[in-house]
């Protein structure tokens, strides 16, 4: 049971990286999650849209092209269907200057990149049980 900490939970990444993509999507699918992803960030909320429930929106802050993971926060948080779907920002962003911005910003956490695979899956089942989680990453703590 423990493996399946995601099961029957769906969770949209909004991340423009291929690699970050590929680890989200094992570590996620393995426990069972449906993962749906947007690239770019600019077509979020159409794809967002397009999909029946989603418990969980994973987004990376700094996108290419300028787009902004705060810009897509506000996007889908000014849609009543998504004001209680938890927000996670996953960024590489120095947590230093992130985590207040992220905190002040509504986000339900914040996780650090490099992402850590085998406490990834555990982190978001939290935040999607109501908690919040600010992880920098075992690289940022001293």
């Given at each position: 049971?423990?493996n399946?900490?995601?099961?029957?939970?769906?969770i949209?990444v909004?991340e423009?990286n291929?690699?970050?993509?590929?680890?989200?999507?094992?570590a996620?699918?393995?426990?069972?999650?449906?993962?749906?992803?947007?690239?770019?960030?600019?077509?979020a909320?159409?794809?967002?849209?397009n999909?029946?429930?989603?418990?969980?929106?994973?987004?990376?802050?700094m996108?290419?092209?300028g787009?902004?993971?705060?810009?897509?926060?506000?996007?889908?948080r000014a849609?009543?269907?998504?004001?209680?779907?938890?927000?996670?920002?996953?960024?590489?962003?120095?947590?230093a200057?992130a985590?207040?911005?992220?905190?002040?910003?509504?986000?339900?956490?914040?996780?650090?990149?490099?992402?850590?695979?085998t406490?990834?899956?555990k982190?978001l089942?939290?935040?999607?049980?109501?908690?919040?989680?600010?992880?920098a990453g075992e690289?940022?703590?001293?």
């Amino acid at each position: 049971m423990s493996n399946m900490l995601l099961q029957n939970k769906r969770i949209f990444v909004v991340e423009d990286n291929l690699q970050n993509r590929i680890i989200f999507q094992m570590a996620l699918a393995r426990h069972g999650a449906t993962v749906d992803f947007e690239r770019w960030g600019r077509d979020a909320l159409t794809h967002l849209n397009n999909i029946t429930h989603v418990d969980l929106i994973l987004l990376d802050l700094m996108l290419a092209e300028g787009v902004s993971g705060f810009e897509i926060c506000d996007q889908i948080r000014a849609v009543p269907d998504y004001a209680n779907v938890p927000i996670v920002a996953v960024s590489a962003m120095d947590p230093a200057i992130a985590i207040p911005k992220v905190r002040n910003h509504g986000f339900a956490g914040f996780i650090g990149k490099p992402i850590e695979v085998t406490l990834f899956p555990k982190q978001l089942a939290s935040i999607i049980n109501g908690e919040s989680v600010w992880y920098a990453g075992e690289r940022n703590l001293s």
